[in-house]
């Protein structure tokens, strides 16, 4: 991940642009209206209990190698590259058909993380914009996040402050070792800021969120796991630095550009 001072170094344009689809596909043209509005859409269902079950078992195999190698819940990132299956959803004709209605034609793919808090997880995720952690610009990102498990109050569900897209970049600090914080920094004073929005979800539902959206999650004191994949969508103009391009796969549309690396799906799987 680049440190602050990279990030500044390559003068991000970083400010929210609304969705300008007129006649979506699959969403319904109030969904897009809202996501403009508050910077989110919640509970969209994708996958039946039989398909996301067939996942969630894939998922718990994969979990329990990383593990047994020495990793944990939170550390299967860019798994579109390692995993077939993982690039199969990040691919996904009914999830891209989504982020197409909303930031159009062509979309690049080009990334893939699983959160997964255990049972009894004492971790949260402070509050935090996406955007500020990514060497992409302009902040033209959208996040899916796939209920693998279902997402409760109770488990650690995300939470959204509606409308704090509109902010701006807001610049974070770094959260201190008592926090228990995943990601390290944490926007202050964060739900002063708009409506705290609980995301719980069913798990084969989708939320999707704009990068500059404050959210974040609370720890998960329950006996049963929360685990989420969050898959990452950007229009094709956007441009990367530190390589990040090399992850980037073309899901629909064209990259006319050229800049991204739109990479094979992985052997594994």
Excluded at 125 to 132: I, L, R, S
Excluded at 136 to 161: C, H, Q, Y
Aim: glycine content about 8%.
């Amino acid at each position: 991940m680049p440190t602050p001072a990279q990030l500044a170094d390559i003068g991000r344009e970083l400010q929210f642009y609304p969705s300008l689809t007129e006649r979506p596909t699959v969403l319904t043209t109030e969904q897009v209206t809202n996501f403009n509005r508050v910077g989110y859409i919640k509970g969209i269902p994708i996958f039946d209990e039989t398909e996301i079950g067939e996942h969630r078992q894939y998922f718990d195999a994969l979990l329990a190698n990383v593990i047994a190698a020495g990793g944990s819940s939170y550390s299967i990132i860019s798994a579109h590259m390692k995993y077939g299956k993982v690039y199969d959803l990040l691919t996904h004709p009914k999830i891209v058909a989504c982020v197409k209605d909303i930031i159009g034609e062509d979309v690049i793919g080009w990334g893939a993380h699983y959160f997964c808090k255990m049972p009894h997880d004492p971790k949260n995720v402070g509050w935090h914009q996406d955007a500020g952690y990514w060497p992409l610009t302009p902040s033209k990102t959208v996040t899916v996040w796939l209920a693998i498990d279902d997402a409760t109050v109770e488990n650690g569900a995300m939470r959204f402050i509606a409308g704090s897209h509109h902010l701006g970049h807001l610049t974070p600090r770094h959260s201190e070792p008592d926090e228990n914080s995943v990601l390290g920094q944490v926007v202050e004073n964060a739900e002063q800021l708009g409506e705290s929005v609980d995301v719980e979800l069913k798990a084969g539902e989708i939320s999707i969120h704009t990068d500059l959206l404050l959210h974040g999650s609370n720890a998960n004191p329950s006996p049963k796991r929360r685990c989420g994949l969050t898959l990452r969508y950007c229009t094709s103009d956007v441009q990367a630095s530190f390589r990040w391009d090399q992850e980037g796969v073309v899901v629909s549309g064209k990259d006319k550009s050229g800049h991204w690396g739109n990479p094979p799906r992985p052997a594994v799987d």
